[in-house]
């Protein structure tokens, strides 16, 4: 494999271009994606790549680089938002349909409203104009999906764009305050004052937070005692491939196939539990069922929240000292 840097430049259209021995890289990740239900090209797609890898290295970037740099991003998402870019009405409505229910309860979520409030409606339809991006006098794609990398998922980035629409309307709406007649203990007037604006929080997302905790507790609780002992030895003891097979009996490549199977069937009950309601994990009231968008909060909440350990639901598995042997679970 040729490891000198290449040049990310222009072809003649304009395009960013990706560099020889690049494109065979871009070509085998966009077989693994479905990106011909909405029609979309792999050209289009070595485009986008391209755009992101700029993002990343800069003018240069070897063979190397670009395939560990790619099989990082979330490429079913890139491709969902390349074919938007491209107009595709099958990827629109499937955008559309997964989305719009999602935007509206993050705008929910920023503006501290319920997700029906028509400021939220407002804030997360007016993303979704604008990620159509359709200029109506020139008839130009000015679409956000522009700026969309890959590098997160779509949900983290539509959400990051969110908060970020609000938090320049909010500093819009500075700019227009009146200014103070008489600045505090003779401070000069300063007519150019920064004006720096955290996104808000969202205040359900410890409630959020642990009814995913709930629910992943009773879809642990369900598993086979097999299985509950591979995610214990794995997340909980942190032990490798080669030591939970030793330990139960399989071989490795067997294990890491059993906790890939595991860890979609837990998402799938997670999901539903959460999905269904019920009573509350610390004996409190029942609890209503959440919606798909809600289910997507949780999800991504959990994601990024550190606290969420599965060595906290597995607390006879923990070895009292750090320093003493794994014990040996048996099956």
């Not at 099958?90 to 559309?96: C, G, H, R, S, Y």
């Not at 522009?146 to 990051?160: M, N, P, V």
């Not at 997302?205 to 609780?221: D, K, M, N, T």
């Not at 994601?303 to 070895?319: R, W």
């Amino acid at each position: 494999m040729d490891l000198r840097p290449d040049n990310l430049a222009p072809d003649p259209a304009g395009n960013l271009a990706l560099p020889d021995a690049c494109i065979p890289i871009a070509r085998r990740f966009f077989s693994e994606t479905c990106a011909g239900r909405w029609q979309l090209s792999c050209k289009v797609f070595e485009e986008a790549l391209a755009r992101s890898a700029r993002k990343r290295f800069g003018a240069q970037v070897n063979a190397g680089e670009f395939a560990g740099y790619v099989s990082t991003l979330h490429l079913e998402d890139l491709a969902l938002a390349c074919a938007c870019l491209e107009g595709s009405e099958t990827a629109w409505e499937e955008f559309v349909a997964a989305y719009r229910g999602y935007l509206r309860a993050a705008a929910g979520a920023i503006l501290r409203c319920a997700v029906s409030d028509p400021s939220a409606i407002e804030l997360a339809d007016s993303l979704l104009t604008d990620l159509y991006g359709l200029s109506a006098k020139t008839g130009a794609n000015r679409s956000l999906f522009r700026y969309f990398h890959g590098r997160s998922s779509l949900k983290t980035w539509l959400r990051a764009v969110l908060a970020q629409r609000h938090v320049d309307l909010i500093r819009a709406g500075k700019r227009f305050a009146p200014l103070d007649e008489s600045p505090p203990d003779g401070e000069p007037r300063r007519l150019h004052e920064p004006v720096t604006i955290e996104p808000p929080a969202d205040p359900r997302r410890e409630h959020y937070l642990q009814r995913f905790r709930e629910a992943l507790a009773g879809a642990l609780a369900a598993l086979d005692a097999r299985d509950r002992t591979r995610l214990q030895l794995y997340y909980a003891e942190e032990r490798t491939l080669a030591e939970i097979g030793r330990a139960i009996g399989e071989h490795e490549s067997s294990v890491s196939r059993h906790l890939e199977r595991v860890r979609k069937e837990l998402r799938a009950t997670v999901e539903a539990l959460l999905r269904a309601g019920g009573g509350s994990g610390n004996g409190g009231p029942m609890q209503a069922g959440l919606d798909d968008a809600q289910v997507a909060l949780c999800v991504e909440y959990a994601a990024e929240d550190a606290g969420i350990a599965l060595d906290q639901l597995f607390p006879a598995a923990k070895p009292q000292n750090s320093l003493s042997p794994k014990p040996k679970v048996k099956p």
